[in-house]
């Protein structure tokens, strides 16, 4: 039975609530302490020391994982230079049936890599269960295919693997990083030895097992944890022939200049500050979803996040009352609820960094809007939140805030879009949204970014090739150009 305008309204009016839906941890066993994944066994660190992981929902240690030192990291760097040898020679189609292997384990342990990921790491389950963990297994399965087919991909040339390759990740996306990482390594032909974040280790370990249970052969994949220090102990390593960096633009260009003139191959993928455009011709109501997905997916931990918002003026307003309007229905609490939308941020250092620069948007003369929104008792929260009257001089509007906070701006004209969607050292991505096909591909032409999404936002796939610009660094992980920074064309 159809209902009036006026019920309608109404029905829109009332807020509804949800029983707990949380999804279940009891078939999920993380062990109180990890070792570290070396030569294709779980060791002692030489170290002796360990450091605790924690769930940033709770504030509950999971468990205690190892610190490598100078040591560990050369064990586990000779283990990868050991494996090469045999790894690089194999038939390529054997390569590929490892790959399909890990893959195909991926999809079997899907629901606990997506529980242990969002214990770990603060990320709501529907994400971890519908983003991270498909992907990942997607991303082995794709490169999967290549790794019998490289002469294809490089016609008239002859690709070689590296060697060793040493990849420092980040904590927003712990083993879909892992993934853009490891697999298109192995399916060149290189060895890895592989640092997760400091805050969310757990996947990486895990994955470790995954590998045991493929039976890759031993060394091909070597897992250290630990902290910055690890990291610049790995990438400074004078057996590792290959560098890859996903995490902050500091430490990005801290690695390229220690790596000078060593001869390694190096790709960074670091900070953004993406545009997203809206014109008046755009659909709104499409457009408010592309907005919300841009900045509150992942707490906005998100290194292609939609953090600008440039409006047309024309339709700032209603697009801006819309906008707040769904931000008041964003449901934040357990990560591990399936109704979770906002889930937790993923450290207190994290935190007080979100703080601090919404902080200075304040003080700076910015206007802030949050919706009504309880926060939980224990562990890291940030409301989901807008700013607006922002002017492009703010640090809101200029730095990577990496939190749950938008900036939004406006604009007259397309040419003013491209001069202020530009104004950014950064270079990693942006969004348009208009109804005009001419109009995409107009602006995709002047805009500095890796990736330009048209009329949608935050969109992955294997395939496709993903990097930046500018200080959001070089090289392109994903697609055929995803394999290239691992060979060598002779
Ligand atoms: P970070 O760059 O310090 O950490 C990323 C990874 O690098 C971690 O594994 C870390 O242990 C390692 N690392 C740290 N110092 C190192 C060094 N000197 N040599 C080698 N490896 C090192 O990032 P963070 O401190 O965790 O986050 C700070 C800011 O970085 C965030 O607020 C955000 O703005 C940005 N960030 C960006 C991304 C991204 O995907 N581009 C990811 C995480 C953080
Ligand atoms: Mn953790």
Known sequence: MAITKRQAADLAKQTFDYAPAPEAIDHVRIQPRYGLFIGGKMVEPHSKKRFPTINP????????????????????????????????????????????RISRLIQERARELA????????????????????????????????????????????????????????????????????????????????????????????????????????????????????GSLLVSHPGVKKVA?????????????????????????????????????????????????????????????????????????PLLEKLKQRLSTLRLGDPLDKNTDIGAINSKAQLEKIQALVESGIEEGAEIYQPECKLPERGYWFPPTIFTNVSQSYRIAREEIFGPVLSVLTFRTPAEAVEKANNTPYGLSAGVWTDKGSRILWMAERMRAGVVWANTFNRFDPTSPFGGYKESGYGREGGVHGLLPYLELV
């Open 57 to 100: 929902a709770t504030e509950q240690k999971l468990s205690e994982v190892a610190e490598a030192d100078a040591i560990d990291v050369g064990k586990a760097v000779s283990a990868a230079g050991t494996a090469f040898t045999s790894w690089s020679r194999m038939a390529p189609s054997r390569r590929a049936r490892y790959l399909f």
């Open 245 to 317: 960096f996903t995490g902050s633009t500091e430490v990005g260009k801290l690695i390229q200049r220690s790596l000078a003139g060593s001869g390694k191959r190096l790709t960074l993928e670091l900070g953004g500050k993406a545009a997203n455009i809206v014109f008046e011709d755009a659909p709104l109501d499409q457009a408010v979803e592309g907005i919300v997905n841009g900045i509150y997916f992942n707490q906005g931990h998100v290194c292609c996040a939609g953090s600008r918002l440039l409006v047309q003026e024309s339709i700032a307003k």
């Open 115 to 230: 529980v242990v990921e969002t214990m770990d790491g603060g990320k709501p389950i529907k994400e971890s269960r519908d983003v991270d963990i498909p992907l990942s297994a997607a991303h082995f399965f794709y490169y999967a295919g290549w790794a019998d087919k490289l002469e294809w991909a490089f016609p008239n040339r002859r690709p070689r693997p590296l060697g060793v390759a040493g990849q420092v990740i980040p904590w927003n996306f712990p083993l879909l990083m892992l993934a853009w990482k490891i697999a298109p390594a192995l399916a060149a032909g290189n060895t890895v030895v592989l640092k997760p974040a400091e805050t969310t280790p757990l996947s990486a370990l895990l994955f470790a097992e995954i590998c045991q249970q493929a039976e890759l052969p031993a060394g091909v994949v070597n897992i250290i944890t630990g902290a910055g220090k690890t």
